[in-house]
């Protein structure tokens, strides 16, 4: 590697700090991560869609469903108001 991937991961860092997003655990900010890079495609997204994404696969269900239930009771997801559980999007942010 020419250029240290410690740059990048700084860089990051200083870009959640922005956005307050360092509060959050790794997993809940890759969680916000999948559902945005999904929104591009459709606008609610499944959790299925959230457990297959590279950024998430490795972490067991419940963790998932624990960081999900942290986003929506910190009000940066939403459910989707045609089913009780299991599809998502983004709060609309101000």
Do not use: C, W
Request: aromatic letters at 10%; glycine letters at 2%; charged letters at 25%.
């Amino acid at each position: 590697m020419t250029d240290p991937a410690y740059k990048v991961r700084l860089l990051l860092h200083e870009l959640e700090k922005q956005m307050d997003l360092t509060r959050l655990s790794y997993l809940e900010r890759d969680i916000l991560y999948v559902i945005n890079s999904v929104s591009e495609k459709k606008q609610i997204v499944a959790s299925q869609d959230i457990f297959n994404h590279e950024l998430t696969q490795r972490a067991s269900r419940p963790t998932v469903y624990r960081a999900l239930n942290n986003l929506l009771e910190n009000k940066y997801i939403i459910k989707a108001s045609f089913a009780d559980r299991g599809f998502f999007h983004l709060a609309q942010q101000d």
